[in-house]
């Protein structure tokens, strides 16, 4: 029963814990996919998603940078999807190189990647085929064009943004709803892009990968009105933008301290019971002369052990939680760190509700102790 | 017999302030000699448990003084306060209060060991007094299988573990059937003979004056 209780409060918290973790590893997840060590991007670049394009031919100007192995386009665009059943979805196309290297959504094979070459073709993640009505081997509509469904991924949609269509760079240029895409005759395949035309990051790949910081500099200071941004700093600027300049990321620290506190609440509640239960035990060796130590000590010990069985029980359970949720794209990420963390805060919370509960029995007499 | 004081009890007042006030004892004063063994007989709710309490050094009292062994005993703070108990004192209580998850021996132990005896020393040192109470045979049962007479000698084994100076045993009988009652009594008594161990006990029933050599009465928290 006791351990119910503790097991229920420090799934809690662990579940909370890995949301928050599943969430900020999720929003950087395109970042983290591709092996670019630079990206390079407008100015205004905020996060990820969040940037004004710029043009297609600085591809090309990068490429002749010294120091640069490989440049590959990036772009973002916006999709309007019907389904077979003429359920609309908003989306976003993220158009890319399937011939390149720097960007792989799901770390898919290279046969399953060149299905991309294909006009018009698509991959999705697994978690958005019910969103997007879609079964596969189906086919939609994105805008006026036709859209062919021809691999699935996984573990490649963050939770926070619309569900992501990755393209060719030709598809998604012609998916973006341009004057230009909506006058194509149906059938033909997508122009080659020019290079006016917009994309959204030039993905970077360093000779000398440890030389990132120092390339991105080079990069800035030989094209005008870009940024450029090691690896890791493209990382930090859209985790940072979820979790500290919006809503989400408070809430998120704010429903994992709730659990915290709620966990501090019923476990003290419990060592509390459980001491009162004991009552006579505690009075008795109170009675017979034993120190503050000890019982602190006696104490200690029993929600030690009630923490690391609730811990073990609640990860596990975590872990059953994590096949349902993932089911449903949120990741739930038990990362070392957070369940040390976990474990840690289970035994502050167990130990601390135990002191303080021993409390009554340390500071009365211990004939009180008796009747009470 | 020693005539020496172990215990002195001067206008000892005890008010229970925790609902009304309730004056438990009102002014009472006793002299208990080195290896008596004394009871103290009152109807209940006549302060009994109060007093014992106070003696043993398990309760504060709002006024008055106890001096054990020629310390004062009530301006002690906490900790000195249970290190004297540990010291000096053993008690039986009315329910036993063994831990029943262990081993009539274990428990034993367990005293030893708080005492900073451990180990095969402490194994053996229970053992021995077991088998002085008549309980060999028992010593490796859990201690709730055991009948309330069996209980009660493995808490006086308990209680003798520190080797007290004082052992105070609050109604040790009154849970107890004649026969067992009048064992737990007779080593009671033995204990004070023979070991010079100051008894203090109380009591509701006759039956327990005849081991007793010094029997004081409380009423209504005045002897
Ligand atoms: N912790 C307490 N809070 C309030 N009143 C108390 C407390 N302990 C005892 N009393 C009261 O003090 C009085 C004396 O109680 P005490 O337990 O000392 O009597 P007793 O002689 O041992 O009775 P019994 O034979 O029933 O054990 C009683 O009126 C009792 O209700
Ligand atoms: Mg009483």
Redesign the pocket.
Same mark, same amino acid.
């Given at each position: 029963m006791a351990l119910c209780g503790i097991v229920f409060a420090v799934t809690l918290l662990t579940v909370q814990v890995a949301l928050f973790s599943g969430f900020s590893n999720s929003t950087t997840l395109p970042i983290a996919e591709s092996s670019a060590d630079v990206w390079v991007c407008a100015p205004e670049m905020l996060y990820f998603e969040g940037t004004l394009p710029i043009a297609y031919g600085t591809v090309a100007k990068i490429r002749a940078i010294p120091g640069v192995a490989r440049a590959e386009a990036l772009s973002l665009g916006i999709a309007r999807w019907r389904s077979p059943h003429d359920e609309l979805a908003l989306g976003r196309v993220i158009g890319f190189d399937p011939r390149g290297t720097l960007f792989n959504p799901g770390n898919s094979n290279r046969a399953t990647v060149d299905l991309l070459r294909k006009p018009y073709a698509f991959a999705v993640d697994a978690t958005q085929l019910h969103i997007l009505d879609l079964r596969a081997g189906q086919s939609g509509v994105i805008g006026t064009l036709p859209a062919h469904l021809a691999y699935v991924t996984r573990g490649t949609q963050p939770i926070v943004s619309a569900t992501f269509f990755y393209t060719s760079l030709e598809t998604a240029n012609a998916y973006t709803p341009s004057a230009l895409s909506f006058f194509s005759p149906p059938g033909s395949a997508p122009p080659p892009l020019e290079d006016t035309d917009p994309i959204m990051y030039v993905l970077v790949k360093a000779k000398n990968p440890a030389a990132s910081a120092q390339l991105a500099a080079a990069i800035q200071r030989s094209i005008p009105h870009v940024r450029a941004l090691t690896r890791a700093q493209m990382l930090a600027a859209t985790r940072d933008y979820w979790v500290k300049r919006t809503g989400i990321g408070f809430i998120l620290s704010l429903i994992a301290l709730m659990g915290a506190f709620v966990g501090i609440v019923i476990v003290g509640q419990i060592l509390y019971t459980s001491i009162n239960e004991h009552f006579q035990e505690y009075g008795t060796l109170k009675a017979i002369g034993v120190n503050d130590a000890y019982l602190y000590g006696v104490i200690a010990l029993q929600a030690t052990c009630m923490a690391v069985i609730g811990y073990v029980l609640s990860l596990a359970l975590t872990f059953s939680i994590r096949g349902i949720a993932a089911e449903r794209g949120v990741d739930i990420l038990i990362t070392p760190g957070g369940a040390l963390l976990v474990l840690a805060a289970a035994l502050v919370i167990c130990i601390g509700a135990g002191m303080v509960a021993m409390q009554r029995v340390v500071r009365s007499d211990p004939?009180?102790v008796f009747?009470? | 017999m020693l005539d020496k004081v172990a215990v002195s009890v001067r206008d000892l007042r005890?008010t229970?302030?925790?609902?009304k006030p309730? +004056?438990? %004892?009102k002014g009472v004063s006793i002299d208990i000699r080195e290896g008596e063994m004394l009871l103290i007989m009152?109807?209940? /709710?006549? /302060?009994?448990?109060? #007093? %014992?309490?106070i003696i043993g050094g398990l309760l504060t009292p709002t006024a008055g003084s106890v001096a054990v062994l020629g310390s004062e005993i009530t301006r002690l703070r906490r900790k000195e306060l249970a290190r004297f108990r540990l010291r000096n004192f053993g008690y039986v209580f009315?329910g036993f209060n063994l831990f029943n998850a262990m081993t009539g021996a274990e428990n034993v132990e367990l005293a030893y060991n708080v005492r900073g005896i451990r180990g095969r020393r402490a194994r053996k040192a229970s053992r021995d007094l077991l088998a002085q109470l008549g309980l060999e045979e028992h010593a490796n049962r859990p201690a709730r299988d055991l009948s309330g007479g069996e209980k009660q000698r493995v808490a006086i084994a308990r209680a003798l573990a520190g080797d007290p100076c004082a052992i105070l045993a609050?109604?040790p009988t009154s849970q107890l059937d004649t026969e067992n009652g009048a064992i737990v009594t007779n080593i009671l008594s033995d204990l004070a003979r023979k070991r010079g161990t100051t008894i203090v006990i109380?009591s +509701?029933d006759d039956r327990i004056r005849r081991g007793a050599e010094h029997v004081v009465q #409380?009423d209504d /928290?005045r002897l």
């Open positions: 004939a009180l009747r009470a | 005890m229970y302030t925790s609902t309730v +004056h438990a %004892l009152g109807p209940s /709710g006549s /302060g009994k448990s109060t #007093l %014992l309490s009315q609050d109604e109380t +509701h #409380l /928290g």
